[in-house]
């Protein structure tokens, strides 16, 4: 069945990089799209991007400039680098295939010295 | 980008309550897709393409709507159906998510 599994640091401290990894089973990423959305604490969910089958990618216009989405299609994961990292960036980052149908359990990063 | 308005932010339902909640586009949008969250998990997709149900949704659920108005209605709430519920939409990029309606149970 379809899977999706995040796994990040954990914490992560100000002006740093983040990296997040999903890995993925029961479908193809040279077939399907998968995309990443975050949700701080409490707080509503925002998109943050998407990588196609194709490779090609799209990203969400306020963080373009600090945002990178790749993936390694034999290894089945998908990852995601945000860097010059705020406090603001701290938030749950979800990994998610393409519609939306199905999404990972999540990965707590916080943004703290 | 197309900004999802959702309303009310909180509302209360009892048990058999009729219970509906909309989502205004900032433009027109072709679909409108609902997710369902409860505390400590990841949203689940509720409703696509406008009105199809997910697999397993309960088929009180239902989502109507069209261009720029949306609604979300539960035909008789159940204390299972207390959630928050987010819309999205992804007609246009970037795609983007309502602020969420939270469901309690009265």
């Known amino acids: 069945q379809v899977q999706l599994k995040e796994s990040g640091p954990g914490l992560v401290a100000p002006s740093q990089s983040l990296s997040i990894t999903c890995t993925v089973s029961g479908f193809s990423l040279t077939s399907y799209g998968v995309s990443w959305v975050r949700q701080p604490p409490g707080k509503g969910l925002e998109w943050l991007g998407v990588?196609?089958?194709?490779?090609?990618?799209n990203y969400h216009s306020a963080l373009i400039s600090r945002l990178s989405i790749s993936k390694d299609n034999s290894k089945s994961q998908v990852f995601l680098k945000l860097n010059s990292l705020q406090t603001d960036d701290t938030a749950t980052y979800y990994c998610?295939?393409?519609?939306?149908?199905?999404w990972g359990q999540g990965t707590l990063v916080t943004v703290s010295a | 980008q197309i900004v999802l308005t959702q309303s009310p932010a909180i509302m209360s339902a009892s048990p058999g309550e009729k219970v509906t909640m909309t989502c205004s586009a900032s433009?027109?949008?072709?679909?409108m897709h609902w997710y369902q969250q409860k505390p400590g998990t990841s949203p689940k997709r509720w409703i696509y393409?406008?009105?199809k149900l997910a697999s397993g949704v309960p088929a009180r659920f239902s989502g109507s709507g069209s261009g720029t108005s949306y609604s979300l209605t539960i035909s008789s709430m159940e204390a299972e159906d207390a959630a928050t519920y987010y819309c999205?939409?992804?007609?246009?990029?970037?795609?983007?998510f309502g602020a969420g309606t939270k469901l309690e149970l009265k």
């Open positions: 433009s027109s949008i072709s679909y």
């Open positions: 999205h939409q992804r007609s246009s990029y970037p795609c983007t």
């Open positions: 393409d406008t009105s």
């Open positions: 998610a295939k393409s519609k939306f149908a199905y």
């Open positions: 990588i196609w089958g194709d490779g090609s990618t």
